[in-house]
């Protein structure tokens, strides 16, 4: 009987620990579309230009983050500081990337990949939905991020896409918070690693 309930035990613990916040008090439904899209990159013709603050480790780079959707699947992001040195220069195309430029302070193979993967994260358009879920405001799909899942939280009213985070089977890794939205453009961002010292946060650059 105790090691029943020992055995009984570990599994509740080891259930627990393996479920994910994100999806707490959700309730799972019927996949009412395939795919569905982030807007906020879209546009080839709209320069999307950004005040930004990267904190990286122990270290704080501030300066204008650009974002250009070049063809039907490619974009260019160039960080630069307020006087137009380059910080970086990365080109997305389909699954293909490319560092035209970077800093050696953020020249590290682990820093260049996460990098990748975050702003592929932000700019990828069409995403093919794995599962749904549902909650009072908002509809969740659960999407394939390669060993991870990607979970897009729509608003019900608006359907502005408000919030991704990216998982793994046990525990977030990432979340990206798109705070203010105007025009179909994203106005305040936030990228926050919960695991790795890192954090993009993203102002619309407004012309006075």
């Given at each position: 009987?105790?090691?029943?309930l020992?055995?009984?035990l570990?599994?509740?613990?080891?259930?627990?620990g393996?479920?994910?916040k994100?999806?707490?008090?959700?309730?799972?439904?019927?996949?009412?579309?395939?795919?569905i899209?982030?807007?906020?990159?879209?546009n080839?013709?709209?320069d999307?230009?950004?005040?930004?603050?990267?904190?990286?480790?122990?270290?704080?780079?501030?300066?204008?983050?650009?974002?250009?959707?070049?063809?039907s699947?490619?974009?260019?992001?160039?960080?630069?500081?307020?006087?137009?040195?380059?910080?970086?220069?990365?080109?997305?195309?389909?699954e293909?990337?490319q560092?035209?430029?970077?800093?050696?302070?953020?020249?590290k193979?682990l820093?260049?990949?996460?990098?990748?993967q975050?702003?592929?994260?932000?700019?990828?358009?069409?995403?093919?939905?794995l599962?749904?879920?549902?909650?009072?405001?908002?509809?969740?799909?659960?999407?394939?991020?390669?060993?991870?899942?990607?979970?897009?939280?729509?608003e019900?009213?608006?359907?502005?896409?408000?919030?991704?985070?990216?998982?793994?089977?046990?525990k977030?890794?990432?979340t990206?918070?798109?705070?203010?939205?105007?025009e179909?453009?994203?106005?305040?961002?936030?990228?926050?690693?919960?695991n790795?010292?890192?954090?993009?946060e993203?102002?619309?650059?407004?012309?006075?």
């Open positions: 009987m105790i090691r029943f020992a055995i009984s570990f599994i509740v613990l080891v259930t627990a393996c479920s994910l994100t999806t707490e008090g959700l309730r799972e439904v019927t996949v009412a579309q395939p795919t899209s982030n807007p906020y990159f879209s080839a013709e709209v999307y230009v950004y005040k930004a603050k990267i904190a990286l480790y122990d270290k704080n780079f501030g300066g204008i983050l650009i974002i250009k959707k070049t063809g699947d490619s974009h260019r992001v160039v960080f630069t500081t307020e006087f137009g040195s380059k910080l970086f220069d990365f080109y997305f195309e389909g293909n990337f560092k035209n430029f970077i800093i050696p302070e953020m020249d193979k820093v260049v990949k996460t990098l990748e975050d702003f592929r994260l932000l700019i990828s358009e069409k995403i093919q939905v599962e749904e879920f549902d909650s009072e405001a908002q509809n969740i799909y659960k999407t394939d991020i390669g060993k991870n899942f990607g979970f897009y939280f729509f019900k009213d608006s359907r502005r896409l408000r919030k991704i985070v990216k998982a793994s089977k046990r977030e890794k990432v990206i918070d798109f705070k203010i939205v105007e179909n453009i994203a106005q305040s961002i936030t990228l926050q690693h919960e790795f010292k890192l954090r993009i993203l102002e619309k650059f407004k012309k006075e």
